[in-house]
């Protein structure tokens, strides 16, 4: 797993489970559970880097849609709401994408 050395299966598991309802993902209750909100800017950068599937440097709207799949395949795709909702809290300049120096979430 990508995220290994990062954060813990369990922990994956258990976030995940959370939100596979549409519409039941909140970003900031995903990242406490999953481990996200204690993790050093180091770590924080790793787990960006793998989001970013482009390697681009900004992680885009597509990309953020995909956001739970990362953490396992067979999670589900962020609804266009909980997509546009995301980037909006994580967009801090108005440009569609999140940098790596964007929004702290």
């Known amino acids: 797993m990508a995220f290994t050395g990062i954060l813990t299966n369990d922990n994956i598991t258990a976030a995940l489970a959370e939100c596979q309802a549409a519409e039941s993902f909140k970003f900031k209750d995903f990242f406490m559970k999953v481990g996200l909100a204690t993790k050093t800017s ?9 989001i970013d599937q482009d390697n681009s440097g900004f992680i885009e709207e597509e990309e953020l849609k995909l956001f739970l799949k990362n953490f396992c395949d067979k999670a589900r795709a962020l609804t266009d709401a909980e997509t546009k909702a995301f980037l909006k809290a ?3 300049d108005g440009d569609g994408k999140i940098g790596i120096e964007g929004e702290k979430l």
């Open 90 to 92: 994580g967009d801090s």
């Open 42 to 50: 180091d770590d924080i950068k790793k787990v960006f880097e793998i």
